[in-house]
């Protein structure tokens, strides 16, 4: 083997043999994700449909206009049940999902194969980007057919619809992973994950204008990612005149985008340093 054969060997070693078998990984993992999932009727309507059922059943019941606008309430609670899906799909579903991997022995077996273990988050990614896009489809197509409820009207209104739903995913998604190293095993993880799930999209702005909500609980919402998401979906389906009742007076996109970066990190960060791949109670 000549010098510029040995210097050059590492590099096509990774370009040819690590990034490759990543990405054949990749794909089948978020195909077995995404097979799994859709075909899992539980995983179906807790994580997928239970959006759908909200907006159908407070849609039907709440009418008027939000007081001090001239905003439909529904059209403001669809903003808000947007950023529930999101969160149902990306982080509680997510959540609760690993918890049963990990007590069935799932992911410590996948460790222990030789399939990269980045594969095994980039295929939970996959399968939550999808089912996020599929659910915020079915809201949209539902509020709008039912509740005669506008389309986002502007091209900046079509893109600002996307990265906050594209990065609210991402960031769900990274908490939610790693929240699962809170829950000890899969028949309480329902029980640690949904109260979380519930409490902040009451505190949020989802069931309830935001800006009549206490300032204790508002200021307590503007922790965590529900509270701008929601914000941001507002910015995308509520006219502009809705800012007089926003509590900053506008629609504070660059903070949006903050915020959910920070998240998005930190969430990284944690599951880097706390996930586990076995449960020790599996052997």
Not at 60 to 73: H, L
């Amino acid at each position: 083997m000549s010098v510029t054969d040995s210097v050059h060997a590492p590099g096509r070693e990774l370009g040819e043999g690590l990034l490759p078998g990543l990405w054949r990984a990749s794909v089948a993992r978020s195909s077995v994700e995404l097979k799994s999932f859709f075909r899992n009727r539980q995983s179906l309507v807790f994580t997928l449909f239970f959006p759908v059922i909200l907006l159908v059943v407070f849609g039907a019941i709440f009418t008027g206009k939000v007081e001090g606008t001239q905003t439909d309430f529904r059209q403001v609670f669809m903003a808000g049940i947007v950023a529930a899906g999101v969160m149902s799909t990306a982080f509680s579903g997510l959540a609760i999902n690993i918890a049963i991997e990990r007590d069935t022995g799932l992911i410590s077996r996948l460790a222990m194969t030789p399939m990269p273990k980045p594969a095994y988050f980039i295929g939970k990614l996959v399968k939550v980007v999808v089912t996020t896009v599929v659910e915020t489809v079915l809201l949209l197509g539902i509020a709008v057919t039912a509740f005669g409820l506008p389309w986002p009207s502007t091209a900046h209104r079509w893109f600002t619809l996307a990265w906050v739903l594209t990065l609210g995913t991402v960031t769900c998604a990274l908490a939610g992973i790693a929240y699962s190293a809170a829950i000890p095993n899969s028949r309480s993880a329902a029980a640690i994950v949904t109260p979380v799930f519930m409490v902040l999209q009451f505190i949020s702005g989802v069931f309830y204008p935001f800006h009549q909500l206490p300032e204790w609980m508002q200021n307590t919402a503007a922790l965590f990612p529900v509270k701008w998401m929601a914000q941001g979906f507002r910015s995308v389906f509520l006219p502009d005149g809705f800012t007089v009742v926003e509590p900053a007076g506008g629609w504070e996109l660059g903070r949006i985008a903050l915020v959910l970066g920070l998240w998005a990190v930190g969430g990284l960060l944690l599951t880097a340093l706390t996930f586990g791949w076995r449960n020790a109670r599996v052997r």
